[in-house]
Structure formats: C-alpha cells, structure tokens
C-alpha cells in the first residue's frame, strides 16, 4: 500500500463518516460503484482521476483534501522551523505561515532588506492579495499605482494585476 493510498482511504473514511453517509449513500452520490468505494476505502485502491473527482465532489471538498495527509487537531510551529525562500537576489526573504494546503489560500511574510524590491507575480482571476505591514514602510505597486502601507495598515487588492512590493 502506498502512502497516497492510506491517506486517501483515511481521509475517505473520516469525510464520509463526518457526513453521516454509508458507502451505498456516497456511491450512489457520486455514481461509484460501492465495491469501488470498498476497495478504495481499503487503502489498496488506485482509483482514476474520474473517481476521485466524483468522490470529492460529493463530499463537497477539493482533491488536495481528500488526498493529502491527515492534519493533527494542533499544530506549533517554531520561529526556526520555518524555511525562508531568498529572492530577488538576497533583497527578500519569504517565509510561507501555512503549514498545509488551504485550497485557495496562501500567507507568507515577507522581509525586505532596506531599499529592497520585489517583483510579485499575477495570479489567477479572482484571486485576493492581502498585505499587513507589521514594521518599516512598504510601497506596493499595483497597476501603475503606487500605495504605501505603514506599520498596522492592510492594503487589499486584485492578485492577477501586475504588481511589486519595495522597501
């Protein structure tokens, strides 16, 4: 058994269960065979994409989450623990704060050194940027404007517009 499938048969089990629904009821939800659902929910399964987007569907969740590992209820997280990615040359530090996939969510904190600069990178329609400056002045650039963002202040705007964050 492969870990991709123990934790899909996990996941499975416990989103059914948390809906209150037998194999029959999600099978026939999202048109699987229970003997399908039976063999998945076994941790042998290999189901197709088909299936899984079925499932995930019916238990009304995304992919990710019905095929990632299971997340314990608390989790910390030290100060040391977090990675940094350096980017534009050496001028930022990013530092990603979610420790699991959120479908549709991301949160990093970004450190610029003095007088640094970076470029951000439009994401897809519809897609929310949210900056809260904590020290220091930043200047976000967003299309072709220019806002600057002050300690406590939270500048929100549309993430698929070409914009950059300099200190």
Known sequence: M???SIHLAQNLIALRTLRGMS???LGRAAQVPRSTLAHVESGRGNPTLDVLVRLSRSLGVGLEELVSPPVP???LIKSNQLNPIEKAGGQARVLALLPEATRGVQMERLELKPL???GGVPHLPHTREFFHGF???FHIHVAGKCFCVEPGDLMVFDGNQKHSYQN
């Open 135 to 137: 020290v220091g002045v």
């Open 23 to 25: 194999q029959a009821d």
């Open 116 to 118: 640094g600069h970076l």
């Open 73 to 75: 209820g608390e989790i």
């Open 2 to 4: 492969s870990e991709f």
